[in-house]
């Protein structure tokens, strides 16, 4: 059975930086798309960030751009989210997720595999 387990997640200071990781497990993505979504109190899921999976294509939200960085090891069948810079709208459970369908989406209906989410708090 497919599973995706997210970890990194903490407290930490406006300012700051913390490194999420995702590993999948019971199969291997082939040439599956790897995203990032949150998910603050009372809101949307939204999209933060997704990689191909070669890793030569990414794409972010607006809000993250030049503060967060997605990666993949594909040996690993890990995904990464260096987030730098942290602010306390950042704060939100996030979740890693692999789609089957490109090109790159920020939709999470097109993704099909979703971790349990880890919580990113933020403070100022």
């Known amino acids: 059975q497919e599973q995706l ?3 990194g997640g903490g407290l930490v200071q406006a ?3 913390l490194r999420l990781s ?11 798309i ?17 990689i191909n999976w070669s890793g030569s ?3 972010y939200a607006d809000s993250v ?8 090891d594909n040996a690993k069948n890990t995904v990464l989210l260096q987030m730098n810079t942290l602010k306390p709208d950042d704060t939100a459970v996030y979740y890693c997720a692999v789609s089957a ?6 939709s999470p209906r097109l993704y099909d595999y ?5 919580q990113v708090t933020v403070s100022s």
């Open 5 to 7: 387990v997210e970890s």
């Open 15 to 17: 300012g700051g930086s």
């Open 22 to 32: 995702c590993t999948a497990s019971g199969r291997t993505f082939t040439n599956y």
């Open 34 to 50: 790897m995203g990032w979504f949150r998910q603050a109190p009372g809101k949307e899921r939204d999209f933060v960030a997704a």
């Open 57 to 59: 294509s990414t794409r």
């Open 65 to 72: 751009k030049g503060r967060f960085t997605i990666s993949r």
């Open 101 to 106: 369908r490109g090109p790159l989406s920020n």
């Open 114 to 118: 979703w971790g349990q989410g880890t």
